[in-house]
């Protein structure tokens, strides 16, 4: 797992607020679930204002993370919208459009590993404040939970490990071969073929890209 600077999660502006308090306010607790033939979430609405904002949102969170997945740390690819939402939208659509909810996630990490696993144990009315059963990347410093045998981040020390941290490396399988071998190769592009802050940039347009009528 990596961290992301909370310094650099996305902020709303006052016009994407009461954006979010129109949507909340027409479709109450029902604006995250499909709606209409089009199977889209009432997130998206249809409406430009809407996009742009979950367009803004994805550019922050993929710039933040450097275009890695928090989980198993792996570059992204470009197909697809890869935002995880931490607490699920299935349980707790309150929180879909909360910045520390939303997580730059591979496809393979949030819909095969995670999928709707509800990570919250103790729930506060400030989300900072909730306490999980696994390493948030944001609100914790998952430096303080998962532990390695090397400066390369690459081979776990599972001995060392909190709960959480246990946690984590079992939800996303962080303790097998497959994902050693994929910390080893990603490590060696990081180091061989680094992204440029240019490459970053054009990544994350290419990736956050959503249907906007200029």
Known sequence: MINIDIKSVYNYTNAEKNQLKRLR????????KLFGSSKKRVWYDGEQCSL?????VVKSLLAS???????????????????D???PNSIYPNQSFHPLN???SCDFCNSTLKKAFDPLVVYSKKYSKNIFSIV???????????FYTNNDRTILDIKRCTIEGL???EIFRLH???MQMQRINQHIIDTINPLTNDELIRLVNECATYQINQ
């Not at 306010?25 to 995250?32: F, H, L, M, P």
């Not at 742009?52 to 803004?56: A, D, L, M, P, S």
């Not at 948030?136 to 998962?146: A, G, L, R, S, T």
């Open 136 to 146: 948030h990347p944001i609100i914790e410093d998952v430096d303080q939970h998962i």
């Open 25 to 32: 306010s027409k479709y109450g607790r029902k604006y995250q």
């Open 167 to 169: 946690t984590s490396i």
């Open 102 to 104: 939303l997580l730059p």
């Open 52 to 56: 742009r904002i979950k367009h803004n």
């Open 65 to 83: 993370s450097k275009f890695k997945c928090v989980y198993c740390g792996k570059r992204l690819i470009r197909s697809g919208k890869p935002v």
């Open 85 to 87: 939402h931490f607490l």
């Open 176 to 178: 097998t071969f497959e």
